[in-house]
């Protein structure tokens, strides 16, 4: 029989809990401290891509720590959310340090910096590849910050973009040039980009055909929809005739595949900023853009963007083959099987 708890804080800042075994008191630092270490992997995570040091990581996340010990989680809904954010920023200023230090006149003594050790680029190498950190390495801290958090952990520009002090269109095209630099270098391979576009197609597909189940295998279980203003209007227009419901955020693999499942029979399969995702046009303007991050061959995100103003700041590139008539087997099906409705 698993005990019932209850309990509540009282003004010396203890949290009374009672139980089957009788009261127990626990600080609220303590509760705190048990919520950091639920979302310390992810943050570690986040600090390392960003930073490119084990060492400086896990200081950005020992000062996430004590940021949070200071301020408290008061009026937080996200906690994971919220600690994401000031990781960003604790980074955002080491790299912004990082590249005051290395504008220091040539006959200044520079600032020792402790080399990266093997243990740290085998653990690099595991997770981005050391030729994807030599890239990363050469970007504004801004254009890694809104690369990362984006490309690499899905969250959304909105949320990037009081980060970086800028609108969310900003921050997109911030992403967009590290985007071009990564994959412009040859070091880097695009075997990462191939596998995003045939998942992408895969899922098309299988929307188009109303295959539920192909849609299920291709989303992340913790997958994320993110619609804009006007694309909620257009959706809102077309459930008098069996649209799906549409909402400005949508999680979750069963209620994203039922807003897919049967729909996006005009979008074509194109690169969007770099990115494999789709493309509804109409005499060759894009009228509605999907964007697709995808990790793991499965699908993590994806952002339906309808909004004219920023349908124009996209780069848009329709790709050879991915008409709504083509046909794409799903890369996952290789290894078991031998708003959206436009």
Not at 128 to 154: K, N, S
């Amino acid at each position: 029989m698993v005990p019932c708890v209850v309990g509540h804080i009282d003004p010396a800042g203890v949290v009374k809990r009672y139980d089957d075994n009788g009261p127990k008191d626990v600080t609220v630092s303590d509760l705190l401290a048990r919520q950091f270490e639920a979302h310390r992997s992810h943050l570690r995570a986040v600090a390392l891509r960003m930073l490119g040091s084990r060492h400086e990581a896990e200081d950005a996340v020992q000062e996430a720590w004590l940021r949070l010990s200071r301020s408290g989680v008061a009026g937080v809904d996200n906690v994971g959310g919220w600690l994401t954010t000031v990781v960003a920023r604790i980074c955002l200023d080491m790299l912004r340090a990082r590249a005051r230090r290395h504008e220091v006149p040539s006959e200044a003594a520079p600032e020792p910096v402790e080399p990266t050790s093997a243990e740290d680029e085998a653990l690099l190498a595991d997770s981005i590849g050391l030729a994807l950190l030599v890239v990363l390495d050469t970007l504004e801290p801004a254009e890694r910050l809104a690369f990362v958090l984006h490309d690499m952990f899905a969250v959304p520009f909105e949320e990037i973009a009081p980060i970086v002090g800028r609108t969310p269109v900003a921050a997109r095209q911030l992403a967009s040039r590290a985007r071009r630099r990564v994959q412009a270098d040859p070091a880097v391979p695009d075997a990462s980009t191939t596998t995003q576009r045939e998942v992408v197609g895969a899922f098309l597909a299988a929307a188009r055909e109303g295959d539920f189940t192909g849609l299920l295998r291709l989303l992340d279980p913790n997958v994320k929809l993110r619609a804009d203003a006007v694309a909620l209007e257009m959706a809102a227009a077309r459930t008098s005739v069996g649209a799906p419901t549409l909402r400005r955020e949508m999680h979750g693999v069963d209620a994203v595949a039922r807003v897919f499942a049967g729909g996006a029979r005009a979008a074509r399969l194109a690169l969007v900023d770099g990115l494999p995702g789709a493309v509804v046009s109409m005499g060759g303007r894009p009228m509605a853009v999907f964007g697709f991050v995808v990790r793991n061959g499965r699908v993590i995100s994806i952002e339906l963007l309808c909004d004219p103003r920023t349908l124009g700041t996209l780069q848009v590139e329709p790709l050879p083959g991915g008409s709504p008539r083509a046909k794409r087997e799903s890369p996952t099906s290789r290894q078991g099987e031998g708003g959206a409705h436009a």
